[in-house]
């Protein structure tokens, strides 16, 4: 899996070392001397990771770090400090900062490469999400994203038989989250498919196997997407390979710091309802997509598509598919005396009534203005011509509730109904029969069901 990596260093000797290795794996490396070019680049070319160098003069690595995660533009691409310090402060400062990870120098090139691997999946999966979140934007059909989502006030599944350690997890996490601890991994992974922001494994666990346990959570299509932090032993690195291999978002080596685990905590959660925010608007996009804004009830973009499925069946020698074309009558006269407001609440409760009265396989969709059609498959036409009757006695014998209550309206509907009758049917041809027998039924005087065979 390759990707473009920003080197950040005012080194030279230092860039072109990691320049060397880098590219040596095949990954599109650019780098930069200093800050402020830094920045530049991130926000010209988007780079997939940044290796940032703590110590450089001028604008020192925690002063980019802030910058980048406090630019729209550039605060999803993972940044990995890079330092010869191995300081508690260092490092919680870096965390705060927005960093994703540190290396220390020398680079010890397993984790490096570990590392890399395991943030280009992560910044794979938000980069898709971001486009197809863009694409509802421009669309028209979601709102943009939030500026900001807090990591704060999570529910954090901490997954430990060691009682000890785990006490001094939830100890630490309970002022700001909300933690429960599992000891059985079974049980556990049960209580990971509820409402939870994150889990924390204890990968030496006696008891259990912890990576196998994450390994599970990855598998699994109701957990796949929390984040997962696993505490290890700083000395057992092929265990921290693994772990990263396995698709873990985030270390933490014994003996745990208290605050260096709330700050990745909360790196974690913001995350992960940052990846939760763009999976529901791309969710809400596709909803829209199929589904008519005012009446709920699906489209005709969407009908079109299940309804040629359908036919094609038919043609095959399937079942029959039948087609109601229905018409609110007089519904020019409704907008012209009450108003499109009033208009718009008959053709919502027209819709409820709709969806109501037909059966769970049935296809009810809103055509277009005050046309709406429902598909339904495996019906022949007097069964067809049965329901639709059905439809028009319920709305023509209950009046209509508008103007918030204030005034009732009696509506009516005239039907046309129509059943693939040959295997030369098409869609066009199907509709096209119905919304000529809804012609005949208007021009008949209205509120009338009419079938045409053919």
């Known amino acids: 899996m390759s990707a473009r990596i920003l080197v950040v260093d005012d080194i030279e000797a230092n860039v072109r070392l990691l320049e060397a290795k880098l590219t040596a794996e095949y990954y599109d490396v650019l780098t930069a001397c200093d800050g402020p070019t830094a920045l530049a680049i991130a926000a010209a070319e988007k780079p997939?990771?940044?290796?940032?160098?703590?110590?450089?003069?001028?604008?020192?690595?925690?002063?980019?770090?802030?910058?980048?995660?406090?630019?729209?533009?550039?605060?999803?691409?993972?940044?990995?400090?890079?330092?010869?310090?191995?300081?508690?402060?260092?490092?919680i400062q870096g965390l705060e900062a927005g960093a994703d990870e540190f290396l220390t120098k020398p680079i010890d090139d397993v984790m490096l490469f570990a590392r890399v691997r395991s943030l280009t999946?992560?910044?794979?999966?938000?980069?898709?999400?971001?486009?197809?979140?863009?694409?509802?934007?421009?669309?028209?059909?979601?709102?943009?994203?939030?500026?900001?989502?807090?990591?704060?006030?999570?529910?954090?599944?901490?997954?430990?038989?060691?009682?000890?350690?785990?006490?001094?997890?939830v100890a630490e996490l309970g002022v700001e989250h909300r933690p429960v601890v599992e000891t059985d991994p079974e049980k556990a992974l049960v209580t990971a498919r509820g409402p939870v922001d994150m889990v924390i494994v204890n990968a030496s666990a006696r008891g259990f196997d912890g990576l196998r346990f994450c390994a599970s959570?990855?598998?699994?299509?109701?957990?796949?997407?929390?984040?997962?932090?696993?505490?290890?032993?700083?000395?057992?690195?092929?265990?921290?390979?693994k772990a990263l291999e396995v698709g873990?978002?985030?270390?933490?080596?014994?003996?745990?710091?208290?605050q260096e685990l709330s700050a990745r905590c909360r790196t974690q959660i913001k995350r992960k309802r940052y990846t939760d925010f763009l999976r529901q608007n791309l969710d809400h996009s596709l909803e829209l997509a199929v589904t008519d804004q005012l009446t709920g009830l699906h489209n005709r973009r969407y009908m079109e598509g299940q309804l040629s499925a359908l036919v094609k069946r038919a043609s095959m020698g399937g079942d029959p598919v039948a087609a109601l074309m229905i018409d609110i009558d007089h519904f020019k006269k409704i907008n012209d005396s009450f108003g499109?407001?009033?208009?718009?609440?008959?053709?919502?409760?027209?819709?409820?009534?709709?969806?109501?009265?037909?059966r769970a396989v049935d296809l009810p969709c809103r055509y277009g203005g005050e046309e709406f059609t429902v598909i339904m498959p495996d019906t022949r036409l007097e069964d067809a011509q049965r329901i639709a009757e059905r439809i028009r006695l319920h709305v023509a014998g209950s009046p209509f509730r508008v103007a918030g209550g204030a005034e009732l309206l009696t509506v009516t509907i005239s039907i046309g109904?129509?059943?693939?009758?040959?295997?030369?049917?098409?869609?066009?041809?199907?509709?096209?029969?119905?919304?000529?027998?809804?012609?005949e039924a208007k021009h008949a005087g209205r509120n009338r069901v009419v079938a045409k065979a053919a």
């Open 48 to 91: 997939d990771i940044i290796l940032l160098d703590i110590m450089m003069p001028g604008m020192d690595g925690f002063q980019v770090c802030r910058r980048l995660k406090d630019d729209p533009e550039t605060r999803h691409i993972p940044v990995v400090l890079v330092t010869a310090l191995d300081g508690r402060g260092d490092r």
């Open 121 to 169: 999946r992560l910044k794979l999966v938000i980069d898709e999400l971001r486009q197809r979140e863009a694409s509802g934007r421009r669309m028209g059909v979601i709102a943009g994203a939030a500026s900001r989502l807090g990591g704060s006030g999570g529910r954090i599944l901490v997954v430990d038989d060691n009682e000890r350690q785990s006490q001094r997890v």
């Open 217 to 241: 959570l990855r598998s699994d299509e109701a957990t796949r997407h929390l984040s997962i932090l696993v505490i290890v032993d700083p000395d057992d690195r092929p265990r921290l390979v």
């Open 248 to 258: 873990v978002n985030d270390l933490l080596t014994r003996p745990i710091d208290p």
């Open 340 to 358: 499109h407001d009033v208009g718009d609440e008959v053709l919502r409760e027209f819709g409820i009534r709709l969806a109501s009265n037909v």
């Open 417 to 439: 109904v129509a059943c693939t009758v040959t295997d030369l049917d098409t869609p066009e041809t199907l509709l096209k029969r119905a919304d000529s027998a809804v012609y």
